[in-house]
């Protein structure tokens, strides 16, 4: 019996990395406002100074991350040539998921020499870590750049970008220079931090706005000329991926995507050229992956509230008040046998954050004296990939 796999050729891909979410390209593309904004808040470490804070905000998949490592790679290749700059040490961490703590013992860890042993889990508690952090920073000395991604997730960011910047102006560290680069997809975090905080960073913001058609354009033929075998893709499949992309939400990382599946459909199906009909079918397979993706990231009673938005735009009942949503989301929840959240505003709460995860479009009512001021709610994508992965969803459990 011959192999399952001994027919397996290349007829479409050259390079299939190059459309991998971990590839990071060697140029960046349609970023130089951005690059030009963050080379002058870098420039500092280059002379030996203090470096400037940085925050950089977008949505996912425009290109922050990318942008972020090309930066860093460069920064470093630049230092080794100037006399004026300090030693560079570059810190990243993902703050999703992670408390304070965890996030200052990772740091400690990481500085630990090797023969060290590692932070305790338990019995110290997040000041002993910062004190341990500074130790570490002292010992080493240069300039400390550390990266937060997902900055706004941090349970206490506050505390976080009080203690780091501060650092040597407090006398915790004499001998290390410290800057900060925070990454977020929330563009209003910087309002949840506490003023104090805002006086400390005194930081460069940095603003990543969606891609339009021809730059996401432009990024698909790069990657195009290296992902595929000659003539194996249609340039009006890469137009139509670009331009798929910028209607819905801007993002680099969805028209790769987009091209990548369309891809490997026509593989699969034993086509040798990636056609327009391969773009529209991934459509809707990667916006059903993604959506699948966001909706298990949410909490129990968010999926319910969510997917009884879902069930209001299906009827054609929408824009629709939270009030109203919360008595459907009652039904919904005891449908499932769970407890129902209790309060009105418990169900905003929700409704506010699927928004703000860009699930559904709110709307600003104000009835005057009679009526009072109110939101509005409805879906931001089709009701039935809602419905159909929620009941895919349920099954699972």
């Known amino acids: 019996m011959s192999s399952p796999f001994s027919g397996a050729t290349e007829r479409i891909f050259s390079d299939k990395s ?9 140029t960046i593309l349609e970023r130089d406002e951005e690059i030009d904004a963050y080379s002058h808040a870098l420039q500092d470490v280059l002379f030996g100074r203090e470096p400037e804070n940085i925050f950089l905000y977008g949505k996912a998949g425009l290109g922050k991350t990318a942008v972020t490592t090309y930066m860093l790679e460069e920064l470093q290749s630049e230092v080794k040539t100037r006399e004026e700059a300090d030693e560079l040490h570059i810190h990243e961490i ?16 990481d500085l630990f020499p090797d023969s060290a042993s590692k932070f305790p889990k338990r019995g ?20 400390h750049l550390f990266v937060f991604d997902e900055i706004d997730h941090l349970d206490d960011a506050n505390t976080l970008l009080y203690e780091l910047p501060r650092a040597r102006s407090n006398g915790h560290v004499t001998d290390a220079q410290i800057g900060i680069i925070g990454i977020s997809n929330n563009y209003t975090f910087r309002q949840s931090l ?24 432009t990024i698909l033929d790069h990657r195009a000329e290296r992902a595929f075998i000659d003539g194996a893709c249609d340039i009006s499949a890469i137009a139509k991926a670009a331009a798929l992309s910028a209607q819905d939400m801007g993002n680099a990382r969805q028209a790769i995507d987009l091209l990548r599946v369309g891809a490997e459909i026509a593989e699969r199906t034993g086509e040798e050229v990636v056609t327009d009909d391969h773009i529209d079918e991934a459509r809707i397979r990667v916006q059903r992956g993604r959506l699948q993706n966001k909706i298990r990231d949410q909490t129990e009673h968010a999926q319910y509230i969510l ?15 939270s009030k109203t ?24 709460d929700h409704l506010s954050d699927l928004h703000m995860l860009g699930f559904l479009v709110r709307h600003e009512r104000n009835k005057g004296l009679s009526g009072g001021q109110y939101y509005e709610y409805e879906l931001d994508l089709d ?13 699972m459990t």
């Open 18 to 26: 190059v459309l991998s979410e971990s590839y990071q390209p060697e």
């Open 94 to 109: 993902n703050c999703n998921g992670r408390t304070l703590f965890m996030v200052v013992r990772r740091l400690v860890n």
């Open 124 to 143: 110290l508690g997040t000041g002993d870590a910062f004190d341990e952090l500074y130790q570490q920073l002292d010992r080493l000395g240069g300039t």
């Open 194 to 217: 506490s003023p104090k905080v805002k006086d400390t960073l005194m930081e460069t913001e940095i603003s990543f706005s969606p891609y339009d058609a021809g730059e996401l354009q």
């Open 307 to 321: 997917e009884t938005v879902a069930k209001f735009e299906e009827q054609r009942e929408v824009p629709v008040r």
């Open 325 to 348: 949503i919360q008595k459907k989301y009652e039904q919904v929840a005891d449908a499932y046998g769970a407890s129902p959240l209790t309060t009105l505003k418990s169900v905003q």
């Open 383 to 395: 009701p039935t990939i809602v419905l159909e992965t929620r009941a895919e969803l349920e099954q």
